[in-house]
């Protein structure tokens, strides 16, 4: 099984290096060297298991006890390096690596360019047609048919692919059991020093990746990281501070450019579910839980689904099998996702709220009581009040205010909504209910 994952994606990235040459896709497409790297002792016995354990698979990687990034090497007193660990929580670029794996031949790309070139390919080359803004709500069998509604439209299909990240059907298929989703975040830098090759990541928490993309013809440093479980409720204002410390630790100089966040699904297993959705919905096919590992893995999706239409074998298609019976091996989580799903659900709304919009600062959102029921409530900088019904159109769990974005976020399954109440992540796919408060 560890292999067939690891060959279908090495075999990913030559497929994308030749669709991007077939179909002359520009995207700053380039081999590097990926690194894993530890400054922790106790993670120096998991590094040197893992070689070995990628090495007996077939793939070629090497253990090593320094890389290229400018992360110094003296050792400085253990109480200092806790203290400052405390406050920074990121990369300590005071502290020594300590080992390191090298996977070679590894490559990176600019995902949105390739996006544009592919959908260049079905529209021009192949005379497809794609369309935007067209809101999948509901897909139903109907005589040996699917009919898949949209917020305008309908559409008959005999198969059907499931491919909107969060998978948006409930029932059957239960992916909402099996799967949560985490928020990630990056910046952008620009430095006058000279950047580093190949891509990096730490393998303690919280992991913090660095690598380079080219902007404007110059290379610029991203750096990424701070994940935490979508809807969470815990402060968020520190993810972004904690990655330009790591950039300013690192080059002094540096400017921050960009900065995003996204999310992603993961698998209780850790394993995307690629192939059919469910026994009772045949024809219908699902590509989700790719784990932030989503352009190998959604290149994976899309020739397993490919042959699966065809009728055709695919040698990879047993490990990712979506429809696999003991997917939940990762205990810990499933126990954190019960209890989180329980809390939005029960708990939490049974909570007596001591909260009123007189205690809503400017710029905050809270859930307060108003006539005795739970109300979502955002103040903007004018001090205009905007109202919601805090329970996600999902399955109901009660939403957490995220003042970074300011959106409301669920705990459960991380659908995403704006203060007005729009819909703006799935698993849910309706709008919150909005309240006229004066
Ligand atoms: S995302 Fe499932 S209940 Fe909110």
Redesign the pocket.
């Given at each position: 099984m560890a292999k067939q994952y690891l060959d279908a994606n090495e075999q990913a990235i030559y497929n994308i290096q030749n669709i991007i040459k077939d179909e002359n896709i520009e995207c700053d497409f380039e081999w590097q060297d990926n690194y894993i790297f530890t400054q922790s002792e106790d993670e120096v016995m998991k590094i040197k298991k893992e070689v070995e354990a990628v090495n007996s698979l077939g793939l070629n990687c090497e253990f090593i006890d320094k890389i290229d990034v400018p992360i110094k090497v003296q050792k400085i007193n253990e109480v200092k390096d806790e203290i400052i660990e405390k406050e920074n929580k990121s990369i300590n670029i005071q502290k020594p690596i300590l080992a390191g794996i090298k996977f070679p031949k590894q490559a990176q790309f600019n995902s949105y360019k390739y996006m544009l070139g592919l959908a260049n390919a079905v529209v021009t080359k192949n005379r497809g047609t794609i369309y935007e803004n067209s809101k999948v709500i509901d897909v139903k069998k109907d005589n040996g048919e699917y009919i898949v509604k949209t917020e305008k439209a309908s559409i008959n299909a005999k198969f059907v692919i499931i491919a909107s990240h969060y998978p948006i059907v409930n029932f059957p298929g239960f992916y909402?059991m099996k799967m949560y989703q985490e928020t990630s975040y990056l910046i952008a830098v620009e430095t006058n020093k000279e950047l580093f090759k190949g891509m990096y990541i730490n393998s303690e928490e919280p992991s913090i990746s660095l690598r380079t993309a080219l902007y404007n013809g110059k290379r610029i440093l991203l750096v990424g990281g701070m994940k935490h479980k979508t809807g969470a409720k815990i402060n968020l204002e520190n993810a972004y501070k904690n990655l330009e410390k790591v950039a300013r630790d690192l080059y002094p100089d540096c400017k921050v450019l960009f900065r995003w966040n996204t999310e992603d699904c993961i698998p209780l297993d850790k394993i995307p579910y690629i192939g059919e959705f469910s026994n009772l919905m045949p024809n219908v096919f699902v590509g989700t839980g790719y784990k932030k590992w989503g352009m190998t893995s959604s290149n994976v999706a899309a020739n397993i689904i490919t042959d699966k239409i065809l009728g055709k074998d695919n040698k990879y298609e047993e490990v990712f099998n979506s429809k696999r019976l003991k997917p939940i091996k990762n205990y810990e989580e499933l126990t954190n996702m019960v209890k989180e799903?329980g809390n939005?659900l029960v708990i939490n709304r049974l909570r007596k709220d001591d909260e009123y919009l007189s205690n809503v600062k400017k710029d905050e959102g809270k859930i307060i009581k108003i006539d005795n029921e739970k109300v979502g409530v955002y103040k903007d900088k004018e001090g205009n009040i905007h109202a919601i019904k805090p329970y996600?159109t999902?399955?109901?769990?009660e939403?957490s205010w995220n003042n970074l974005d300011k959106t409301w976020d669920?705990p459960?399954?991380?659908?995403r909504f704006n203060y007005q109440g729009k819909n703006i992540y799935d698993?849910?796919i309706k709008n919150l209910e909005v309240y006229d408060i004066t």
């Open positions: 909402f799903v939005s996600c999902h399955l109901g769990c939403l669920c459960c399954h991380g659908s698993p849910a």
